[in-house]
Antibody, heavy 117, light 110 residues
Framework: QVQLVESGGGVVQPGRSLRLSCAAS????????MHWVRQAPGKGLEWVAV????????YYADSVRGRFAISRDNSKNTRYVQRNSLSPEDTAVYFC??????????WGQGTLVTVAS | QSMLTQSPSASGTPGQRVTVSCSGS????????VNWYLQLPGTAPKLLIY???LRPSGVPDRFSGSRSGTSASLAISGLQSEDEADYYC???????????FGTGTKVTVL
């Protein structure tokens, strides 16, 4: 069945970088766009970024543009988001989701990132 | 990133019909289709409605969606205790070139 498993979360100091991964299985990875969405503790959902199925299109939320970089490796069924210059406001559960470029459909369980000194 | 506006809460007794509203603008709901997600506590969101009024496989027909102008709504008929959750609307925004979520509505079953 469809599985999306995020990894790479943890505690990181402000200003440092972190790379999250999303491992996909149970479907043809290269046919789907992949999104990242985050949720700060006790808050609502915030869309972060999307990468198209072939990696040619990348779109970011204003809050992360210039600091986050999304990528994918269709040969490994994995995609990544590199996060730089982290601040406490980036503390959240980060979900990856597959779908179309304009619709996250199926979500992973998320990985918690805590930015604190 | 602008967000779509939802009422913070809604409630009903078992069997009742509850409606959740979502207000946007001409750059998001006014131009693109609306999607709805359900999130139970401590779990990942689940797609409930897409393309304004379509249900993914497995979603009961008690859930229905509609869109009019720059607003949308989700209706839950025959409310059940397991429907108690947070509900989010969402749509692509052509001005932001990104996906925007609603502020979320907590539905409580009394």
């Amino acid at each position: 069945q469809v599985q999306l498993v995020e990894s790479g979360g943890g505690v990181v100091q402000p200003g440092r970088s972190l790379r999250l991964s999303c491992a996909a299985s149970g479907f043809t990875f290269r046919n789907y766009a992949m999104h990242w969405v985050r949720q700060a503790p006790g808050k609502g959902l915030e869309w972060v970024a999307v990468i198209t199925n072939d990696g040619s299109g990348k779109y970011y939320a204003d809050s992360v543009r210039g600091r986050f970089a999304i990528s994918r490796d269709n040969s490994k069924n994995t995609r990544y988001v590199q996060r730089n210059s982290l601040s406490p406001e980036d503390t959240a559960v980060y979900f990856c989701a597959r779908g179309t470029a304009m619709l996250p459909e199926y979500w992973g369980q998320g990985t918690l990132v805590t930015v604190a000194s | 990133q602008s967000m779509l506006t939802q009422s913070p809460s809604a409630s009903g007794t078992p069997g009742q019909r509850v409606t959740v509203s979502c207000s946007g603008s001409s750059s998001n709901i006014g131009r693109n289709t609306v999607n709805w997600y359900l999130q139970l506590p401590g779990t990942a969101p689940k797609l409930l409605i897409y393309n304004n009024n379509l249900r993914p496989s497995g979603v009961p027909d008690r859930f229905s969606g509609s869109r009019s102008g720059t607003s949308a709504s989700l209706a839950i008929s025959g409310l059940q205790s397991e429907d108690e959750a947070d509900y989010y609307c969402a749509a692509w925004d052509d001005t932001l070139n990104g996906y925007v979520f609603g502020t979320g509505t907590k539905v409580t079953v009394l």
